[in-house]
């Protein structure tokens, strides 16, 4: 089997590559900018130059983990909308037989009811332009007409954790701080559903590998709401930090409009035979030791 990585050198492609690369009979092609990359790959290029490369590639499987979390709105319309519209048309003229699986973001959903887990089937109403570019994405690959599902992922935490997110920051300002001090934050009131960046890997190589069409969209969380202030005392126990956090601000403009994300993760565990398999200390404790210097004491 021959599978296209897309985004390999981000949080969860990084992942994803590995837990592939483990995967007898699997054949992984790394696809993106760097010259190091098996397949040139640049999301932002027309269909035509894309279905020129996957011509080549040839692949069975392409798994886009390719995203970008923040800048402009033309940015993350570029990267997270128009680059899964193009990649699926370049698909359909170069291997229209492929699977396709490709990464959401539960950011497409928007609020949601605190208290109920939130299924596939909920209406859509993002409220960022991240959010709103996603779903454009998540459209675009399910109206292809291709062989393909997007995993719909919660809130990714795990050893590599990018500063973009609070467990990833949080960590950096608490290795600064030492074993003292203060360490500001936001708002940590919100509830959300962390799930660890190795779990949705495995999703990610299920998704690709299972036999049979799969359902459009699968949610990929823990199917549990933790309060971002545990998660967050939970990082300094960890750590061994003695100091304080100083709560100051709101925090994320997400935090006081979406209070409370869970994934009804039902429908993965059916169609993939997934579910998370990592604790949320798993996570904080590997987010903290990869965090360490190199050579540093972790």
Known sequence: ?????????????????????????????????????????????????????????????????????????????????????????????AAPGARLVHLGSAAEYGPTAPGSPVAESAATRPLSPYGATKLAGTVAVNSSGLDAVVLRVFNPVGPGAPAAGLPGRLAGELRRAGDEGAVQV??????????????????????????GPLPPVLNIGSGRATAVRELADSLVRVAGFRGRLEQTGDGSARSPAVSWQCADIAAARAALDWRPERTLDDSLTALWESSAPAGAAR
Not at 19 to 39: E, F, H, K, M, N
Not at 66 to 83: E, K, M, P, Q
Not at 187 to 205: E, K, P, T, Y
């Open 186 to 211: 936001g708002d940590l009131s919100a509830h959300r559903d962390f799930v660890d960046a190795r779990d949705v890997a495995d999703a990610a190589v299920r998704a690709a590998t299972a036999a």
């Open 1 to 93: 089997m021959r599978i296209l990585l897309l985004g390999s050198t981000g949080f969860l492609g990084g992942h994803t590559a590995e837990q592939l690369r483990a995967l007898p009979g699997v054949r992984l092609l790394v696809g993106g900018r760097s010259a190091a990359a098996d397949v040139p790959f640049d999301l932002t290029a027309g269909p035509g130059l894309l279905a020129e490369a996957l011509h080549a590639a040839s692949p069975s499987v392409v798994v886009n983990c390719a995203g970008a979390v923040a800048g402009s709105a033309v940015h993350l319309t570029d990267i997270n909308a128009r680059g899964p519209a193009a990649l699926c048309e370049a698909l359909r003229d």
